[in-house]
């Protein structure tokens, strides 16, 4: 998200009013004296709504802050949940300045503050934040190039979507805004807990690959809308044939063996999926966690899986046709593979899938 919106003025939606006025933690504390103690150490949240769901912009977007003790100034990538320092911050009375490594100076003048609630005025204009909503709890967003190989050629390149999290199922609403009168709707998955594109985003709409550009989410998620924004990067995987992958699959009682051809770059990583003969990603069978440096993998019902996707390989039945699908995964600028959020920080995937006939002897 870069560094914290300049100007405008941030709406918090919540079941009651007044929260920065009571909390039960801080007491009878006079809350409009900056207690910085209480304000360290923990990312603060503005939701900057500006009721345009539809809307192509920049300016209502979530933004993520925290100021730590050591003068740290820090903002969160809200989309993929990564961490970036921007910057140095001090505090004198009543009043927090930060301080960007692009040499921007804010000054926050603080009209209330506590353990949970810290509302500021930031060029005449008022902030409120609060700790990390409930409903925001590991939500995430990622947007991604999709190279799809079959035997008979390689496909259009299309920008794939997913929005994941803890509460994805109370959310009413999911679309992303890929450019000004360009929205998108978004489906929800149940297997895989997440909201995802229907396959109808073609990248050349938007001039990519050839770019690099950002898109918007707009989610209402336990009744709260929200907007926030990822960006999708220009560098593509090299292209390859669907022999140059080798793809092989096979199993060997109720072990599936899966071998290809890796690519020569290091920075590529790989995903084994196992979908029903139709390919419904939306209902896997088995979703691998993301590996690096290898060209075979080994799965059963005890290998481990993506975060919140079930291990159904004790499901196959005898005689029945699966699908295996290989995913070799380029990651965004900078982003670690054995980050938490990885699997959610994707920056282009190309992938082949081969038919297996399951066959326990």
Not at 220 to 230: I, T
Not at 318 to 342: C, F, M, Q, T
Request: charged share 25%; glycine share 8%; hydrophobic share 35%.
């Amino acid at each position: 998200m870069g560094m914290v919106m300049k100007g405008g003025k941030c709406l918090l939606i919540f079941l009651f009013a007044g929260i920065f006025m009571s909390c039960s933690d801080d007491g009878k504390r006079d809350d409009t004296i900056l207690n910085i103690d209480k304000v360290t150490g923990k990312y603060w949240y503005c939701i900057n709504w500006a009721n345009t769901p539809n809307s192509y912009t920049t300016e209502d977007l979530v933004e993520a802050v925290k100021l730590e003790s050591s003068g740290k100034l820090w903002t969160m990538d809200f989309s993929g949940r990564i961490d970036r320092e921007v910057g140095t911050w001090f505090s004198g009375e009543n009043e927090i300045t930060l301080r960007y490594d692009n040499g921007t100076t804010e000054k926050w003048g603080v009209l209330h503050s506590g353990s949970n609630y810290l509302t500021v005025m930031v060029n005449k204009g008022e902030r409120k934040y609060v700790t990390e909503p409930v409903y925001l709890q590991d939500l995430t967003g990622d947007a991604y190039l999709i190279n799809e190989i079959k035997s008979s050629g390689v496909e259009p390149t299309r920008v794939g979507v997913s929005v994941k999290g803890k509460n994805t199922v109370n959310m009413s609403e999911a679309s992303v805004i890929a450019a000004p009168d360009k929205v998108f709707k978004l489906a929800y998955r149940s297997r895989v807990k997440s909201w995802t594109d229907k396959g109808d985003i073609v990248a050349s709409e938007f001039e990519l690959p050839e770019n690099t550009r950002d898109i918007v989410f707009y989610i209402k998620v336990s009744g709260h809308p929200l907007k926030f924004k990822d960006r999708i990067y220009a560098e593509n995987l090299p292209q390859r044939s669907f022999r140059d992958f080798g793809l092989n699959a096979y199993n060997e009682g109720k072990s599936l063996r899966v071998e290809w051809n890796p690519y020569d770059q290091a920075s590529v990583y790989y995903r084994v999926e196992v979908l029903k003969e139709n390919a419904d990603a939306a209902s896997p069978y088995f979703v691998s966690q993301l590996y690096a440096g290898i060209e075979s993998l080994s799965v059963d019902s005890n290998t481990k899986t993506e975060t919140d996707v079930e291990n159904r390989m004790g499901d196959l039945k005898n005689g029945d046709k699966y699908i295996v699908r290989l995913s070799a995964i380029l990651l965004e600028p900078g982003i670690d593979y054995n980050h938490k959020y990885s699997n959610v920080n994707i920056q282009a995937i190309s992938y082949v899938q081969r038919t297996l006939v399951w066959t326990e002897e």
